[in-house]
C-alpha cells in the first residue's frame, strides 16, 4: 500500500516563475519580442567573441569595402560612409557596446540598489535615515545632468590602475546614478513584507539577518525587480546613445551614438542610410524590450499598474 | 499646519547639504587638480601657484592644519568655500572666459524657456486631451493603436526625431528655419524645436495620463454622470477631468524645475543659445564651474518646487501630514 501511494503522482503546483512563464507564453507578440531580444544579445555575444579571436567579421568594421557613401545595395547591405567602411558592419559593432553598456549599468546598479535598499528597509532607524538622505539627495539632481556629471568627472580618470574611457565611463555613469530607483523599489518592499509571518518564523529558527534578506525576502520580491529592469534597459541603451553623442562615450569604436553623430553631417547631404540604420537598431530592441517588459508586468504581477 | 511647514521646510535642509556635498565630491575632488588644464602644459610654477591661489585650490580638501581651533581649521578649507559659494550662489568665473557664471546663465534662460515652456504647456494639454478620449474608447482599435504610436515613439531615440525633424520639415520641405538667426522673431526658431520635443515627449506623457484617466473612469460618479444623460463630451472634459487634477498638477509642477534647464539637445541643435547649450559647451571645455553651478541651481529649483507641491497638498488635504 504503502508503495502504491508513492507512486502516486504528485499535484502539480505552479510557482510564480511558472505560472507567469506560461502566461507569457500566450502572448504571441510578447514570445516574439524575447527572441529579438535573444537575437541582440547572441549578435553581441558573436560580436564579442568575434573581437577577441582576432579579425573576423564584423570586429573588422575598420575596412573599407567600397566607394564612399555608396547607397545600400546587394554588396554592402546598408551602404557604406565617408570612409566607405560598411554600415552593416558598424551597426552590428554597435550593437555589442550598447548591450554591454547596459548590462554592466544595470549589474552595477543592481549590486549597489538591492543591498542598500534591503539594508534601509529591514534594519530601520538611522541606517535608514542616511541611506534615505543619500538617494533623495541623488534624485533631486536631473537624471540626465546627474550622468553627464558622472560621466564627465570619471571620464579619463585611472581607477586601481585601468584607464576609465569610453564604454566603461558610459556604464559607470549609468550605473552610479541609476539605482536610486531600485533601491527606493526594494526598500519598500522590504518595509512592507518584514512585518509578515514567514519572517519571523525564519527569525526563529535562528537565521542571521543576511539570510532573512537574501534567502526569504528577496525571492519574494525579486520579479518586481526583474519587471522594473526589462524596462529600464531601454533608458540605458538610450542614455548611452546621448553620452556618444555627447562625446563622453566610446571614441574608436562605432557604437550607435557615435554613428547618429556622424551621421548628422551626412543627412543634408542625402546620404540617410547611416541614421537610418542606427535608428533602426535602437528602435527594434527598444520596441522589444517595451512590449516584452510590459506583458512581463502582466503576466508576473498583475497588481502593479502601468506607469507611464 | 504651520509646524508642518517649518518640519517640510526643515526637511530640505539636509538634502540642500547633500546636494552641496555632492557637486563637492564630484567637482573637487574625483575630478582632481584643474590647473594644467587653466595653466596650459608649459606653465612656470608661479603662474600654477597664482592659479591655485586664485581659485582656493591651494587650500585643504577639508580640515586646515595649520590652525590650532578646530572651527578655523574647517573655515580655511575648499569645501567651507564651496559651501559658501553654493550658499550665497556666487559661483565665480567661468574657467575658459572668465565671464561671470551667473551672467552666462541670465543670459541662457530666456531662450531656454522661450522653447521650454510652450513645449510643456503643448505636450500637457495634447496629451491629456488624448487620453481622455482615448481611455473613453478603451479596448477598441483607436486605443490600441494610439498605445501602439506611443510606444513605437517612446522607442524611437531622441536624436532621430531631432535629425529627422530637422532635416524633413526644415532643410527638405523649407517650412521652418533650420537654425537660429538673431534676426528671426524668437517664435520663429523655437517653433520647429518646440514642435519636435512635444513629438518626441507624447509617447510616455499619453500613456501616463490614459492609466491616470482610466483609473478615474472606474469611478462609480463616473457612472452616476453616464446614467443621468450627460453628454460623453460633458462627463470626460468636466467630471473626470476635475478629480483627475492632483496628479496631473504633481506632473506639471515637477516639471517646472526641468524648463529651466532647456533641453540640451534641442537646443544644440537648432543653435538656440540657451542653458542646454550652455551645458553642452561646458562639457566640451570641460568647465566644470558650470557644470558644478548647473547642478546646483536645478537640484535646488527642484527641491523648492517639490516644498511647493507639498505644502500645497496640505493646504488642499488637510489630512496629509509629516510621515
Known sequence: MAEERLQLEPIEGRSLWSDGIRKLKRRKLAVICFWIIMLYVAVACYVQAAQWSGDYWPANWDVSTGEKYESPSWK????????????????????????????????????????????????????????TWVYSTLSSIPYILLILAFALVLKDKTFMGAKLAGATTVYLAIGLTSWVDICRLIRGEVLKHKQKEYVFAARSYGCSNLRIIFVHLLPNFFHIVIISFSLRFMSFIHAEVILSFLGLGEKNSPSWGA?????????????????????????????????????????????????? | MFSYIIRRLLYTVPIVFGVMLITFLLFNIVRGDITDQIAGK??????????????????????????????????????????????????GYSYNDREAIWDKIKRGAGPSLALTAPMLVGEVSISIILALVVA???????????????????????????????????????????YFWPDLSVWQYTLLPTF?????????????????MLDELGNDYVRTAFAKGLSPAKVLFKHVLKNAMIPII???????????????????????????????????????????AMVYISAILFVVFNLITDICYAIVDPRISFK
Not at chain 1, 554592402?76 to 570612409?83: E, P
Not at chain 1, 537598431?281 to 499598474?305: C, H
Not at chain 2, 504610436?149 to 520641405?173: E, R
Open chain 2, 42 to 91: 608649459e606653465a612656470s610654477a608661479e603662474t600654477r601657484a597664482e592659479i591655485k591661489k586664485e581659485y582656493g585650490l591651494d587650500k585643504p580638501l577639508f580640515f586646515n592644519t595649520e590652525h590650532k581651533v578646530f572651527s578655523k581649521q574647517f573655515w580655511d578649507s575648499q569645501f567651507f568655500n564651496h559651501l559658501l559659494a553654493a550658499a550665497t550662489f556666487d559661483f
Open chain 2, 136 to 178: 473613453y474608447f478603451r479596448g477598441r482599435w483607436i486605443d490600441n493603436l494610439t498605445v501602439l504610436i506611443c510606444i513605437v515613439g517612446m522607442s524611437l531615440p531622441f536624436l532621430s526625431f531631432i535629425l529627422f525633424g530637422q532635416y524633413f520639415l526644415a532643410f527638405k520641405w523649407g517650412l521652418f528655419p533650420v
Open chain 2, 250 to 292: 504633481t506632473q506639471v509642477v515637477l516639471a517646472i524645475p526641468f524648463l529651466f534647464l532647456g533641453s540640451l539637445l534641442l537646443e544644440r541643435f537648432f543653435g538656440i543659445p540657451g542653458l542646454g547649450y550652455l551645458m553642452i559647451d561646458a562639457i566640451g571645455a570641460r568647465d566644470f564651474k558650470v557644470i558644478n
Open chain 1, 76 to 131: 554592402n547591405f546598408c551602404g557604406t560612409d565617408i570612409f566607405g567602411y560598411s554600415i552593416l558592419r558598424k551597426v552590428v559593432y554597435g550593437t555589442k557596446i550598447s548591450l554591454k553598456v547596459a548590462f554592466f549599468a544595470s549589474i552595477i546598479s543592481l549590486l549597489i540598489g538591492i543591498p542598500l535598499g534591503a539594508t534601509a528597509g529591514y534594519f530601520g532607524g538611522l541606517v535608514d535615515e542616511i541611506i
Open chain 1, 259 to 308: 554613428m547618429i553623430d556622424s551621421a548628422r553631417l551626412d543627412l543634408p547631404k542625402g546620404y540617410w542610410w547611416e541614421m537610418t540604420a542606427a535608428t533602426l537598431a535602437i528602435l527594434v530592441i527598444s520596441l522589444a524590450l517595451n512590449i516584452f517588459g510590459d506583458a512581463l508586468r502582466d503576466s508576473l504581477d498583475p497588481k502593479l499598474k502601468a506607469k507611464g
Open chain 2, 196 to 212: 519636435i520635443g512635444i513629438a518626441a515627449g507624447l509617447g510616455s506623457n499619453l500613456r501616463f495620463y490614459r492609466a491616470v
